[in-house]
């Protein structure tokens, strides 16, 4: 996988079941938000192959992408857009602590609660593989606790997680790939 | 794409200063020519058609910067481009929203513009007539040169550099149909360029949303 002009990860393997997360882990430039972009199709693959279910995933990007719930570095909210109109869940605000500031525009979120909506976006998406860029920079510990538990409820219903992280994280049964 | 058209004319509404930079811009463009040839009304005619196109084309060019600037700053272009939608569909939808918040209210102010540098009134439809495939292949070619210049330094020079020069067969035509007296021929042309650019348009500029998130 390249990074601009420069290789950033070479033979990597790693597979995830149904209901079964994966925590990757490594300094800072070892490829983590490379990968994960890898695998979600925004940056291409320069060797090797991604399957889902033993199909080539990337053959149709459209329908690969419809799997994924992404969450990236950057919270993608909008300042301008309320809450409400970001996730319309409102069993995913809750969710996320977010319901008290429903009708509220987004610029007045802090950078906490920025990313507790971006949060509460991808437990509103029931999209199955959910890639997570460092989901909990910035949350207190109430929330790091309430996204643990979207993340249990997630993994019972099948759903997948692969996550970079630099904490500690309560998935239990996760396997680590560091990098 | 329903949805995602909904969702940048509700954001083009609360941030409204963008489309109303362009209107503003349109005008005292179009009123700076007025001031610069002087107040002689058989020239300010004949050149109302031509000053009116490349007035509306340089206020089309404002809002572009931030047609997919502001998404891939803020990380919601990721999220577009994984939302299940192929990227020509979400390049097509912005070109929309580029027209809708842009070059539909050019239109409208156009003929009181039009009227300012004395066009006859029997030309105004006419030329009302042909900024309408005028602005949406504006719309079309300038959401291309938004995602060719994502990312780069000074996208918004670029940006005029790519779109303006493109524009300029949509601007002969556009400009002719008033003037001419058979208008019909410079119609089909207007007509054949927007067919051309509505499949070709998004389908490059979706490839460039590929290569910018990269």
């Known amino acids: ?179 | 794409m329903k949805t995602l058209i909904a969702r940048e004319l509700r954001l083009a509404l609360r941030q409204g200063a963008d489309t109303v930079a362009a209107l503003v811009f349109f005008i005292i463009c179009g009123t700076m020519f007025a001031f610069g040839v002087g107040p002689d009304p058989a020239l300010l005619a004949a050149l109302a058609p031509g000053v009116v196109w490349v007035a509306a084309l340089l206020a089309a060019l404002l809002p572009l910067e931030k047609l997919f600037g502001a998404d891939f700053e803020d990380g919601t272009l990721d999220l577009l481009l994984l939302s299940g939608l192929p990227a020509y569909i979400v390049a097509l939808a912005k070109a929309c929203a580029h027209w809708l918040t842009t070059g539909l209210p050019l239109l409208l102010i156009a003929a009181p513009l039009a009227v300012m540098l004395r066009l006859p009134n029997h030309a105004m439809p006419l030329l009302l007539a042909g900024l309408v495939p005028g602005t949406l292949i504006f719309s079309l070619v300038g959401t291309l040169a938004a995602a060719l210049t994502l990312g780069a330094r000074r996208a918004g020079v670029l940006m005029a550099l790519i779109t303006l020069p493109l524009m300029i067969p949509a601007l002969i035509f556009g400009a002719n149909a008033v003037i001419a007296p058979h208008p019909l021929g410079a119609f089909a042309f207007l007509g054949a360029i927007f067919c051309l650019a509505l499949p070709l348009a998004p389908l490059a500029a979706g490839a460039a949303l590929r290569v910018a998130v990269e």
């Open chain 1, 1 to 179: 996988m390249f990074r601009g002009e420069r290789l950033v990860l070479r033979g990597v393997s790693l597979s995830v079941a149904a209901g079964g997360a994966l925590v990757l882990r490594g300094d800072n430039g070892t490829g983590k938000s490379t990968l994960l972009r890898t695998l979600a199709g925004l940056a291409p693959l320069a060797g090797g192959q991604i399957f889902w279910n033993g199909v080539p995933a990337m053959a149709d990007f459209p329908s690969h992408a419809a799997r994924i719930a992404w969450l990236g570095h950057l919270d993608a909210v909008k300042p301008a857009l309320s809450v409400a109109e970001h996730v319309t869940d409102q069993t995913a605000l809750t969710d996320m602590g977010l319901e008290r500031f429903a009708a509220l525009p987004a610029r007045f979120l802090s950078a906490g609660q920025k990313r507790r909506l971006a949060l509460a976006r991808v437990a509103a998406s029931l999209r199955p593989l959910w890639l997570l860029d460092e989901p909990t920079t910035g949350l207190d510990a109430t929330s790091i606790g309430r996204f643990t538990a979207l993340c249990a409820r997630h993994r019972a219903a099948g759903g997948m997680i692969i996550t970079s992280t630099h904490v500690a994280l309560e998935l239990p049964g996760a396997e680590v790939l560091a990098l």
